[in-house]
């Protein structure tokens, strides 16, 4: 079955098998099996291994390395992953377990991003270039949302709207990408961060796996590991995930629509109150590690962290009209950083 979650569940599997001793049934039992597969190219796994060996042995315990787990199978990679049948994932805790479950289990993921981002690192000190700064948050969020706004030219064929001047959701205006894109060029002083820290780099609900008996944290997918970002880059892409983007996929006909009436959208989202309650214990936790480290412009950065990841997911969201519900939820996230 595809791992719960999933982007398009094309690539990630959990399965479940039963090995057979043919000849010795009588002597040695059926022995159940569960293992998670993954599929991908060697270049790939070789990214995500030379990330795991650069890591500070003090960090490597946070993640799994799971690059030399793979085998190749008629010229592709598949990744085994038989040790963590116990896991879930954090989008897994967040849909399913009990509100006690959910609040141990964001409490040891922040724990652990808090450890990761703030590791120790001469190489990393706050930058004294303003233009350095500029151009790492250009190089963080603006670019990374140009880039996304780039693939989603494929929607134009059902969505001609999403390139014009204006088109209304939910009774609100939205401009196009360009517009939001010029206003935040001009604030880039103002959403710089005020130093660099490593960052996971794709910290989605997904990629946190967490063994419930215990609340033992394990990520995985390191292949965007950077050594100098901001830490608000992972807590944005979280709360996106299980505050948005997670909802619109558990949005299924007939209890969700989206209406069209010329350039006039609506649609609601289905409610989900662990997320909320989920996305809401992260949020307290960033602004308290904001007010421990002296980060006034967290909350705006925050807002575009959140509007990078969801812009990014447009293109690999196979639905058209999730994914046209996916650029409407990231452009209001870029509507409210501009709307004075």
Same mark, same amino acid.
């Given at each position: 079955?595809?791992?719960?979650?999933?982007v398009?569940?094309?690539?990630?599997?959990y399965?479940?098998? #039963?090995i057979?001793?043919?000849?010795l049934?009588?002597?040695?039992?059926?022995?159940?099996?569960?293992?998670?597969?993954? &599929?991908?190219?060697?270049?790939?796994?070789?990214?995500?291994?030379r990330?795991?060996d *650069?890591?500070?042995?003090?960090l490597?315990?946070?993640?799994?390395?799971?690059a030399?787990?793979?085998?190749l199978?008629? $010229? !592709?990679?598949?990744?085994?992953? %038989?040790?963590?049948?116990?896991?879930?994932?954090?989008?897994?805790?967040? =849909?399913?377990?009990?509100?006690?479950?959910?609040k141990?289990s964001?409490?040891?993921? =922040?724990?652990?991003?808090?450890?990761?981002?703030?590791?120790p !690192? %001469?190489?990393r000190i706050?930058?004294?270039?303003?233009?350095?700064?500029? $151009?790492?948050?250009?190089?963080?969020?603006?670019?990374?949302?140009?880039?996304?706004?780039?693939?989603?030219?494929?929607?134009?064929?059902?969505?001609?709207?999403? $390139?014009?001047?204006?088109?209304?959701?939910?009774? /609100?205006?939205?401009?196009s990408?360009?517009? &939001?894109?010029?206003?935040?060029?001009?604030?880039?002083?103002?959403?710089s961060?005020?130093? &660099?820290?490593?960052?996971? +780099? !794709? =910290?989605?609900?997904?990629?946190?796996?967490?063994? @419930?008996? *215990?609340?033992? @944290?394990?990520?995985?997918?390191?292949?965007?590991?950077?050594?100098?970002?901001?830490?608000?880059?992972?807590y +944005?892409?979280?709360?996106? *995930?299980? /505050?948005? &983007?997670?909802r619109?996929?558990?949005?299924?006909?007939?209890?969700?629509? @989206?209406?069209?009436?010329?350039k006039?959208?609506?649609y609601?989202?289905?409610?989900?109150?662990?997320?909320?309650?989920?996305? #809401?214990?992260?949020?307290e936790?960033?602004?308290?590690?904001?007010?421990?480290?002296?980060d006034? +412009?967290w909350?705006?950065?925050?807002?575009?962290?959140?509007?990078?990841? @969801?812009?990014?997911?447009?293109?690999?969201?196979?639905d058209?009209?999730q994914?046209?519900?996916?650029? =409407? #939820? $990231?452009?209001?996230?870029?509507?409210?950083?501009?709307? %004075?």
């Amino acid at each position: 079955m595809p791992l719960q979650g999933g982007v398009s569940g094309a690539t990630v599997y959990y399965v479940d098998a #039963e090995i057979r001793f043919p000849g010795l049934q009588g002597t040695l039992q059926s022995k159940p099996l569960q293992c998670v597969i993954k &599929y991908s190219s060697e270049e790939s796994f070789e990214a995500e291994r030379r990330k795991f060996d *650069d890591l500070p042995e003090s960090l490597r315990n946070w993640f799994v390395d799971f690059a030399t787990q793979r085998i190749l199978v008629g $010229g !592709d990679f598949f990744m085994i992953m %038989p040790y963590l049948h116990d896991y879930k994932t954090l989008a897994y805790v967040v =849909c399913h377990c009990e509100k006690e479950q959910i609040k141990q289990s964001i409490s040891k993921v =922040c724990q652990g991003l808090k450890e990761i981002h703030f590791y120790p !690192d %001469p190489q990393r000190i706050p930058s004294k270039s303003k233009s350095s700064d500029i $151009g790492k948050s250009f190089s963080l969020y603006l670019g990374s949302i140009q880039e996304s706004c780039e693939k989603i030219e494929r929607l134009a064929e059902h969505f001609p709207e999403i $390139g014009s001047d204006t088109f209304i959701v939910n009774k /609100e205006e939205y401009h196009s990408r360009q517009f &939001y894109f010029e206003k935040l060029s001009k604030k880039l002083n103002d959403i710089s961060p005020p130093f &660099y820290t490593l960052a996971h +780099g !794709d =910290c989605h609900s997904r990629n946190l796996l967490l063994r @419930l008996r *215990d609340t033992d @944290l394990k990520i995985i997918d390191i292949d965007k590991f950077m050594l100098q970002s901001d830490y608000i880059y992972d807590y +944005g892409t979280l709360i996106a *995930d299980i /505050e948005t &983007y997670n909802r619109v996929l558990q949005a299924r006909r007939p209890s969700f629509r @989206l209406r069209r009436t010329s350039k006039a959208f609506s649609y609601t989202l289905p409610e989900n109150a662990s997320a909320k309650m989920a996305a #809401e214990l992260i949020r307290e936790n960033v602004e308290k590690l904001a007010r421990e480290k002296r980060d006034a +412009g967290w909350e705006p950065r925050l807002e575009l962290a959140k509007a990078r990841y @969801l812009l990014s997911m447009v293109s690999k969201t196979i639905d058209v009209e999730q994914a046209f519900l996916v650029y =409407c #939820e $990231g452009l209001k996230s870029l509507s409210r950083l501009t709307t %004075p």
